[in-house]
């Protein structure tokens, strides 16, 4: 296995496993404020992909905002969790089931690409982000956020008292930071190597409470 490729471990996203995922992150007050400041970023009724959407939350409150979205996941649970939630909000995302390295739009296709608390599960990050920029126009941009290897364990059980979530859940997600997340997680320095590996040559790390922000800009033509 190459230096760029990496074993993925953890419960596969599917079935129960998707539903429970679904359920303790459906409150989440970050994708109103997310959204709010991706919309920002892109022109309006700009084209935007989720990568790795899960339940499709953060997509949803993108094309409430009017936003041209799609959205793929590897994981055909999560896939028909968001279009039932697309449809119970009442707006139109293209959610389709694919792998990040390997998406399956032409080249161009995309003005903002995101990533959110996927990436560290990737088995082809370098795949994932040389796909990235193959499917943004010139001058497109992108945002990888995930969880910082460096946060530390007082930031973690903030973030989980944040999420309002029952005293089972909440014991479950604190072992799941701590025996999976944390291991995949990426330093700082080496999200930094992969982004000077791939079509990006580099990109601007931002630290965003227990995770970071790696903001990625495809030269204009």
Partial sequence: MSKTHKAHKGPPMEGFVASWYARITKDSRDYATLADAIAARTKPGGRVLEVAPGP?????????RGLVTSGIDISRSFVRIANDNARAAGVAVDFRQGNASALPYPDGSF???????????????????????????????????????????????????????GRLSALWTRATFRWFLLKNAYSAEAIRQLAAQSRFRGGELRNDGVGFDLRLVKPSA
């Fill in 56 to 64: 499709g939350y953060l997509a949803v409150e993108l094309a409430r």
């Fill in 111 to 165: 003005d903002f690409v995101v990533c959110r608390a996927a990436f560290k599960n990737f088995t082809d990050p370098l795949g994932a982000l040389d796909e990235t920029y193959r499917v943004l126009v010139p001058g497109g941009a992108a945002s990888i956020l995930d969880l910082r290897k460096e946060c530390s364990p007082a930031e973690i059980a903030a973030e989980i008292d944040d999420m309002h979530i």
